[in-house]
C-alpha cells in the first residue's frame, strides 16, 4: 500500500493542531511530540506539521514565505459537492480564508483555503 505523508512548516503547532481537528483530521497523539505533530487525514495520507526550525534544520533551507509565494497546492478528494463547501466552510470557521465560490470545470468541482499559515489548500469532487 502507498501511503502520502504532507509535511508542512509552522509557527504554532498547538493551534495549528486545534485548526486541522476542526475540519476532520484526527490523531492518536494527544499533544505534539517536541516539534511535530502527525496527523490523519485519510487511511492512505498523513499530515505531518512542523514547528518552521524543526522543518528548516529538516530541509536544510528556509521556508518560504507564504504571503508572497506558493511552492505547493494541497488538493484533497470530498465525497460530494457538499461536502467540499462544508470542509472549506469549517476551514474558515477555524480560522483559515476561503478562497471563495466553488468552481466547476465539467465533471470536478473544487474549492480552495489556506491554512493559519497561509498554505493552500483545495477540496474537490470528481462526478461521476
Known amino acids: 500500500m502507498t501511503m502520502t505523508f504532507i509535511n508542512l512548516p509552522l509557527r504554532d503547532l498547538t493551534t495549528a493542531t486545534e485548526f486541522y481537528r476542526a475540519i476532520g483530521f484526527t490523531s492518536d497523539q494527544a ?65 483559515g480564508e476561503s478562497l471563495g465560490p466553488g468552481m466547476a470545470n465539467g465533471p470536478m468541482y473544487m474549492r480552495g483555503f489556506r491554512d493559519l499559515d497561509g498554505h493552500q489548500w483545495s477540496f474537490l469532487h470528481m462526478a461521476g
Open 31 to 95: 499533544e505534539p511530540d517536541g516539534d511535530t505533530m502527525v496527523l490523519t487525514v485519510s487511511d492512505t495520507t498523513r499530515l505531518v506539521l512542523h514547528l518552521r526550525s524543526g522543518f528548516e534544520a529538516y530541509t536544510g533551507v528556509a521556508t518560504p514565505d507564504t504571503a508572497t509565494s506558493r511552492e505547493v497546492i494541497i488538493g484533497l478528494s470530498a465525497s460530494s459537492r457538499g461536502q467540499v463547501d462544508e470542509l472549506v466552510d469549517q476551514a474558515a470557521v477555524a480560522g
